[in-house]
C-alpha cells in the first residue's frame, strides 16, 4: 500500500501530539526515586529547621530528710520564731551549720555560716548525758564518745522514742581503726540518757529543725565535733595524769583550728591519728571520708609537743607571734653633773628659828 505525503503528515502530527503530552503527563507525575528527598518549591520561605542542644545533666539532687508527723508539726510550730532569731543574729535558716559539744561544761554549740566564716548562733545547755570524760571505747560502757563525727540526712530520725534524734555517726573511720565498738550514739531530746546526749525537748525541737533545714539546702552532712572540755592548756594542764591525755592533744589541734580560723577543719587521718588541714566555705562537708596523709596548713596551729607552760589558751598562745612589736621606750634623759644640779637647784627656803628674825 502506498502511502501518500499528506498521509504521512499526518500521520507525523498525530506522533508529535501524542509524545508532547506524554511528556505533559510525565511532568506533573509524584513519583520519586527511592530515598530521594522532596524539596519543596518554596523553600527559601521556609525558615531553617532548629538545632538541637544538648542540655547538661543536672547534678543529682541533696537527698530529703525523713519527715513524720512529728518533725512536720515541729517544723511548722518552730519556723517563725527560729527566722526571727536568725534574722537578729544576721544569719540565714538553711544555711550550712557546725555542731561543738563541751562534756565538762554541758554545752552544745550551734555555728551557723555567714559569708565564708561561722558565727556562734546559740548554746543549749546538755540535760544528762552517761559516762564520764574519755572516748567511748566497746559497747555497753555506756560512755558517750568523743571525737569528730558528721550527720547525713540518713541519720536524722524523725520517729524517735526521744522525741527527735540524729545520729552523730559513732564509729568513725579513727574509731574503727582502734577496734571501738557500738553505734546508734543521738542527740535527742528527754532529759534522760544511756550513752546519748539529752536535750530536752524544747531545745532538740529547735536543734533538729536547724539541722532539717540545713540539709535540705543543700549542705550533703554537718559536722559535730565532740570534746571532752574546752581545749585549753589550762584545762589540759589539770588532767596531766589522765591516760587519755594523748587522745586529747590530738582533738586539741582541731579544736584550735577552728578558734583560729572559724572554718570547721577538714579531717582525715595519719599514722592512726587525726590530722587537720583548714576548711573552706563550701557548703559540702565530709568528714573522716578516707584515710589520706593531710595536707600542710598555713595557719599557726599550736600542737601538744610546743604547748606553752602557762595557763594560757593555746590559741591566744599562737597568736602570741603574730601580734606587732611594741614600740621602744623613750629614751631616759641624761644625768645631770653635781655642778649642773647646783645650778639648775632653786634657792633654799631660809628656816626660821625660834627668836631669829628672817633677813
Known amino acids: 500500500m ?25 511532568a506533573g507525575c509524584s513519583h520519586k526515586k527511592k530515598g530521594a528527598a522532596v524539596v519543596p518549591a518554596d523553600s527559601k520561605s521556609l525558615p531553617p529547621p532548629a538545632k538541637t542542644l544538648a542540655r547538661p545533666t543536672p547534678a543529682p539532687p541533696c537527698p530529703p530528710t525523713p519527715q513524720s508527723e512529728r518533725s512536720v508539726a515541729v517544723r511548722a510550730q518552730r519556723e517563725a520564731d527560729l527566722r526571727n532569731q536568725f534574722r537578729l543574729a544576721s544569719l540565714t535558716l538553711g544555711a550550712p551549720i557546725y555542731i561543738r ?61 526521744f522525741h527527735l534524734a540524729f545520729n552523730v555517726g559513732y564509729p568513725n573511720e579513727y574509731d574503727l581503726l582502734r577496734g571501738a ?32 533545714y540545713a540539709l535540705n539546702s543543700g549542705q550533703l552532712s554537718f559536722p559535730v565535733h565532740i570534746f571532752p572540755f574546752r581545749m585549753t592548756v589550762a584545762n589540759l594542764m589539770r588532767h596531766t595524769r ?43 562537708t565530709t568528714l573522716v571520708a578516707q584515710v589520706q596523709p593531710p595536707a600542710r596548713t598555713t595557719q599557726p596551729v599550736a600542737t601538744a609537743r610546743t604547748l606553752p607552760q602557762n595557763p594560757r589558751p593555746a ?35 631660809p628656816v626660821r628659828r625660834s627668836g631669829q628674825a628672817i633677813p
Open 2 to 26: 502506498k502511502h501518500t505525503p499528506i498521509a504521512l503528515a499526518v500521520r507525523l502530527v498525530c506522533i508529535v501530539c501524542l509524545g508532547l503530552a506524554l511528556l505533559t503527563a510525565g
Open 181 to 212: 565498738t557500738g553505734g546508734a550514739i543521738m542527740v535527742h531530746g528527754k532529759k534522760d540518757s544511756v550513752g546519748c546526749f539529752a536535750m530536752t525537748d524544747p531545745a532538740i525541737e529547735e536543734i533538729y529543725t536547724i539541722a532539717d
Open 315 to 349: 590559741q591566744q598562745a599562737a597568736l602570741q607571734e603574730t601580734r606587732p612589736a611594741a614600740a621602744p621606750a623613750p629614751a631616759r634623759p641624761a644625768r645631770l653633773t653635781t655642778t649642773q644640779a647646783t645650778r639648775m637647784a632653786p634657792p633654799a627656803t
Open 242 to 284: 589522765s591516760p587519755h591525755l594523748p587522745f586529747w592533744r590530738n582533738l586539741l589541734r582541731g579544736y584550735t583550728l577552728f578558734e583560729l580560723t572559724r572554718l570547721p577543719p577538714t579531717v582525715s587521718l595519719n599514722n592512726q591519728a587525726y590530722a587537720f588541714t583548714t576548711g573552706k566555705p563550701v557548703r559540702p
Open 101 to 161: 559539744i563541751f562534756k565538762e561544761s554541758k554545752e552544745l554549740e550551734v555555728w551557723v555560716e555567714r559569708g565564708e566564716r561561722f558565727k556562734l548562733f546559740k548554746k543549749y545547755p546538755i540535760a544528762r548525758f552517761s559516762g564520764g570524760l574519755g572516748p567511748k571505747m566497746r559497747e555497753g560502757d555506756l560512755q558517750a564518745p568523743e571525737g569528730f563525727y558528721a550527720v547525713t540526712a540518713e541519720r536524722m530520725n524523725p520517729w524517735s522514742n
